[in-house]
């Protein structure tokens, strides 16, 4: 690959025009050596390429985790709202990232944006079950009789009926719970609790598979996850 595309592809701050008079100037490295033509060939997996002292890894796919916050919707464009993609820091953003799953406008929580269309069908196909366990607070409280409810598998409006799911309570919050999906039906956890004759008045996906929102990840902020985590989260014991 052309030394000037593969450091384009992994630094979107950078355009071919930077790198041009970096390499002129003398700021780009490969191997050590300093090399002044930016058309110079590298191996993406086998070269160590630096940038002004900086070494540029090499990301086949990138993977970030954002905390979404509400009033944002999971999609690449909408003609009305912001975006998850309008989260993402320019110096991340690349071609073809998408959020792998969709969260509600009013859900806040973790979403995986990637380029990486295989790994995010593993992680979405209706086949694998992948577990997402959400934070819920509700109008009213949660009763004990939801826990069979949800065990068994319930129906909710229009006929659809939802794959054993886990409810656990919250000690000390009487109307609060966690909630553990292995399917994503549109408005889920809402229709499983109006059938249940409560309302969920907040919720927020705390993890997807072994990916954990991170703690520390404000609302609206993203994380860069490596490729060997990610793998390793969405990969069944
Ligand atoms: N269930 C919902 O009702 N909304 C979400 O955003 C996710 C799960």
Do not use: W
Request: proline share 5%; charged share 30%; with cysteine.
């Amino acid at each position: 690959m052309r030394l000037d595309k593969f450091i384009c592809s992994q630094k979107n701050n950078l355009s071919r025009k930077d790198i041009k008079e970096l390499c002129r100037k003398g700021h780009v490295l490969v191997n050590g050596n300093v090399v002044k033509k930016s058309d110079f060939n590298v191996s993406e997996n086998k070269d160590k390429v630096t940038v002004c002292g900086e070494e540029i890894l090499y990301n086949r796919f990138l993977y970030i985790m954002l905390n979404k916050p509400k009033g944002v919707v999971c999609s690449t464009r909408d003609g009305k709202s912001p975006t998850v993609l309008s989260l993402v820091p320019e110096n991340l953003m690349r071609k073809g990232l998408f959020p792998a799953g969709r969260l509600d406008k009013d859900t806040e929580g973790l979403v995986l944006i990637t380029d990486d269309g295989e790994l995010a069908h593993r992680i979405l196909s209706p086949k694998k079950h992948v577990p997402k366990k959400y934070y819920v607070e509700l109008e009213r409280p949660v009763r004990e009789n939801y826990k069979q409810a949800f065990e068994k598998g319930m129906k909710i409006d229009g006929g659809d009926i939802c794959l054993p799911a886990k409810i656990e309570f919250v000690p000390g919050k009487e109307n609060c719970c966690h909630v553990t999906l292995r399917q994503g039906m549109y408005h889920q956890i809402k229709r499983m609790f109006e059938a249940l004759g409560n309302k969920v008045i907040y919720l927020k996906r705390i993890s997807m598979g072994g990916l954990v929102l991170d703690e520390n990840l404000a609302p609206g902020e993203c994380l860069v996850i490596m490729h060997k985590d990610v793998e390793r989260f969405f990969t069944p014991d």
